[in-house]
């Protein structure tokens, strides 16, 4: 075996340099090979449970890649235990050790079965020089087997144990995305014929996340003709994007903020930067210390399915997406199985570097609705695990990192301005005019006939030449341009933000309607729009467009608190 073999010669080396004048024989040294990387090849890469060996096959080093949905609280295992022979005299009385050993139990490193080679007599355990390590158990589901909110078809799918030992549980996160090489372990349960099958880690580490070349070669011929045709203007490129955007869904034309929107989310998302600045501002005007940003959408209307699909069709061009549903968990919950308690994480957890589409808030509780609005503003998921110490219940904490859409329809009373500020950014596509509505009836109204006939009647053709591989694309091109805040843009951002607060604040007597994060949100706004034109700075244009965006957003942020004030004064009355 080859660990036993660099054993040996690690061992001849500290002996012969008289590195180590205590080590006596090669059960003394503990040394552990990590294995950076396997060929992926059949068969070593498991992409489903089918893809283990079978029990009677030779043991190998097997590498998968998936998504920890729920991690064990660490326990203590034993590294290395001493043995002596009791016998006084006996030539076998020195030290006895037994090292663990990949895919050992606890059982198998301290037995009360070893005899002395000498003697014969049993040996006894010198607990003063045990040594113990932290072990924890992670439950993976490899990577085909997840599925984005798109999917149409429900499936149920089975994780795969995998047990981490000492340095390898520092930086494994639940929902995060790991790459793991180690061997298949079988164990008997009790006295039934089932056998329970894990995998012990050699090494662990993070995943790329649908790693793509980067250059101009990314983008397609219809994306470059489009944007050589908008190069006389800064904001067309953007609205034309928007404008052909998610065109199976609804018609170009109708739901034009709502799509912008959307994509400077997910370029936002896909980038996972922080907003660079260059000037020197004030405590109230600094970037939230949380190290990936994002632009968290919070989308209202009457068409609660036209927004519901929109939604799902933007989520599948993330790299990765969860559809949270009013069964499931927001941020976890704790469980028992057999002696170990186990966190399994909630949508917001495995929603990691993605989207989660938290959908309509009415559908959820109340409590749903209050924690939603406590992570988005300490930007922290927290936990609760079971297990007490001291009498204090330990909570697990890891910090929220992805994207967040929700919707509304209709009127919930539990929607405030506090609730609203959490959100980025605020899309109104409710209460329009007239004019607007009947555009919106006629584009759906012919969208669907033309589609029933089959015959697509395209206004022209932006719609015609943009599809959903053209787009995946262009985010995964505009995601690796390192976008620079220019200091103009920041400038006029925060003239705005300061103009904004103060007459607001005179106008109204409770305080000001902008957010202490206003600004914050206006400068990832206009990053994210210069990155969606394919610019490397940000720009006066794009500070425009990110404090109109703001502007109308917190117009019908006002609307909607006033609307639901005089609803309430009306029930109460």
Known sequence: MAWGLFQEVVYTVLVVLHWLPGLSVTSQL????????????????????????????????????????????????????????????????????????????????????????????????????????????????????????????????????VVLRDELIRDVLLGGLYTVIGIPVYQLCGSSAN????????????????????????????????????????????????????????????????????????????????????LDLN?????????????????????????????????????????????????GCAHREDSNQFIDAGSLLLARTGVCIIGDVNLHKKDTRETLQKVLESRLVTTVSGRREAGNMINYTTPLNCTIWSSCTGYCKDINKTFTDQFTLLVDNGSPSLESCEFTDRQMVADIIGGHIGKCQLQDSVEALLSYTDFEQLLAAASHIDVSLSAAAQQLIQSFYLASRRARSSISSAGSDISTTAFTSMCLLAVAHARLSLRAEALMEDAVVAILLYEEALTSKSAIIDSASSRLEKSGM
Not at 79 to 105: K, M, N, T, W, Y
Not at 227 to 238: E, I, K, L, M
Not at 286 to 308: A, H, K, M, W, Y
């Open 30 to 161: 503990l040394l552990v090979l990590r294995l950076s990387d396997l060929p992926q090849l059949p068969g070593y890469v498991i992409r489903s449970t089918c893809d283990i060996p079978p029990v009677n096959s030779e043991a190998r080093f097997l590498s998968l890649t998936g998504r920890v949905v729920s991690i064990t609280i660490p326990s203590k295992y034993t590294q290395s235990a001493s043995f002596r022979c009791p016998q006084e005299g006996c030539d076998g009385s020195d030290a006895f050790i037994r090292l663990h050993v990949a895919g050992a139990s606890e059982a198998s490193t301290i037995r009360s079965d070893l005899n002395c080679v000498v003697c014969g007599h049993k040996l006894e355990e010198d607990v003063r020089y045990r040594s113990l390590g932290d072990k924890v158990i992670v439950s993976m589901s490899v990577t085909p087997s997840l599925r984005t909110a798109s999917s149409p078809v429900p499936s149920r799918h089975q994780t795969i144990p």
């Open 195 to 278: 056998i329970n099958i894990s995998v012990e880690a050699n090494n662990i580490k993070p995943a790329s996340v649908n790693a793509v070349t980067t250059g101009p070669c990314l983008l397609s011929s219809s994306v470059r003709e489009i944007y050589d045709a908008c190069g006389y203007s800064p904001w067309v490129f953007a609205a034309t994007l928007a404008y052909g955007f998610a065109a199976q869904v609804c018609p170009p034309g109708t739901y034009h903020k709502m799509k912008l929107a959307m994509l400077l989310s997910l370029v936002c998302s896909r980038a996972g930067d922080v907003v660079p600045l260059n």
């Open 283 to 331: 405590a109230s005007l600094s970037v939230n210390s949380c190290p990936t940003q994002f632009i968290d959408l919070f989308v209202i209307g009457e068409d609660d399915v036209v927004i519901s699909r929109l939604l799902r069709y933007g989520s599948r061009l993330a790299h990765h997406s969860v559809l949270h549903s009013h069964q499931a968990e927001l941020t």
